[in-house]
């Protein structure tokens, strides 16, 4: 047991990101093992980002000796480490980041692992594969891919950086969307919320009390009057919401002389009616993974996700009555404490009694497949139902899908390729520089001398990897001439950029909040824009 003085400590120094991800997402990053595949600059500076926020253990996986160019470019190599392994190196400075992080180096390429040891690749909880040849990349991602463990493609070259996401399922239960509309129910008010609405008596208040009603109680007290006295619906147009807006202004009290008074909380009222008259409907993502054969067919491999997401479905078309748990959660507002508690608790029950409805769907699910009831946490359940409306489902296409002829996303490319300056010119320029990796042995223009020569070299290598995929798309002869000209380095200023972003990838898979991308992004260090694709 961690002791308190040592707590809080721990608390002092992740406060920023706790306040982010929450204690339980500090334990998934710090019970994590995470491989990183070439100490390269792009490959330190993705382990720089997952040290500093506590990640349990990473081992680096590189067999190359430290030369002046990576000293060059590499804030974790200094000149007394050329000649010197390349993953212990690098490994001795990360862990001077973090002492809570346990470093581990293995002096061998990649290469040799797949060959002589694939299954040391089955370990971690998430591989992180940098500036690795084409055949080398795809030898892994299919093992990977077979071994169910996620891989996070990561590559700088020149002033462009590129990511791939290659995992099967992943599911998130804290998708944290920006934005969030708060879950009130006034269109469909709950029985205790019914009651506890109908206790307030706006006409027969002293001014005090009417000043300190909830906005929340004023907005469903005149929406009983707009149903009584206008429509049946909510009003939905801006004229209708005027009117609303105006019906709630004719509540507030006035003085002998007739002016209306200063009543704040009527004037949050008005404020938060585009927001307060939402209607209360399951989000179509909701729908799509109630309909998932994963939520409809469990079997005892389904993970605690699906069966959770099955009890909600089952809760919803009983209990919930088309609606999902409810989220018991209510903003601040200008109140008194008592009838802010009291409105607040009618919430707080409400929440937990549908996730005690959706627990009892959860029990005899497990049940039904041989699993015992401890086998999902009061905490999962909680947690789910209160984020019932912003789960989120990843399935990414895998890396031998994307670069088969008859199974790449050719639908994807043309699309975005009407814009001749679209980063997708860029994918397709990666493409052919591996492409001339493969017929020359080397990267193009890696030495000046090479350039010239290279130019068409690389075109051909560009026209026939347009031909073989049949895509009759135009790439301009600027980008050719710059890829040779970067002669395949690896800047830091785009590797420090490229190393934030994959990092909280990273972070975002193994904490499983946050939704991951799906499945390609693309920087252009030169336009300073990014893009992401579905390849």
Known sequence: MAQPGRASLKEQRYDRQLRLWGDHGQEALESAHVCVINATATGTEILKNLVLPGIGSFTIVDGNLVSGEDVGNNFFLQTSHIGQNRAQSATELLQELNTDVSGNFVEESPEKLLDNDPSFFNRFNLVVATQLPESTLLRLAELLWNFNVPLLVCRTYGLVGYMRVVIKEHTVV???????????????????????????DLDQMDKKDHSHTPWIVIVAKYLTKWFNEKSDQLPKSYKEKEAFRQLIRQGILKNENG????????????????????????????????????????TEQSSSFWILARAVKEFVANEGQGSLPVRGTIPDMIADSNKFIKLQNVYREKAKKDIAAVGNHA?????????????????ELKLLCSNSAFLRVVRCRSLSEEYGLNTF???????????????????????????????????????????????????????????????????????????????AAEPHAIAAFMGGAAAQEVIKVITGQFVIFNNTY??????????????
Do not use: W
Not at 190 to 195: A, S
Not at 522 to 535: K, P, R
């Open 174 to 200: 804290e998708s944290h969307p920006d934005n969030t509309l708060e879950d009130l129910r006034l269109d469909k008010p709950f029985p205790e919320l019914k009651e506890h609405i109908q206790s307030y």
């Open 409 to 487: 996303n050719k639908d994807e490319i043309i699309s975005h390729m009407d814009n001749p300056d679209s980063e997708l010119v860029l994918y397709l320029m990666l493409r052919a520089v591996d492409r001339f990796y493969k017929q020359h042995g080397r990267y193009p223009g890696v030495y000046n001398y090479q350039v010239e020569d290279d130019i068409g070299k690389l075109k051909s290598c560009l026209t026939g990897f347009l031909q073989e995929h049949g895509l009759s798309v135009a790439v301009k002869d600027d980008y050719v001439h710059e890829f040779c000209r970067y002669g």
């Open 363 to 379: 029990a005899k699910l497990l049940q039904s497949l041989g699993k015992t009831p401890e086998a999902i946490s009061e905490r």
């Open 522 to 535: 693309i920087y252009s260090g030169m336009s300073q824009t990014s893009a992401t694709f579905q390849l």
């Open 259 to 298: 002016t209306p008074e200063d009543e704040e909380n009527f004037e949050e009222a008005i404020k938060n009616v585009n927001t307060a008259l939402n209607t209360t409907e399951i989000p179509r993502c909701i729908e799509e993974i109630f309909n998932d054969d994963c939520c409809i067919n469990l």
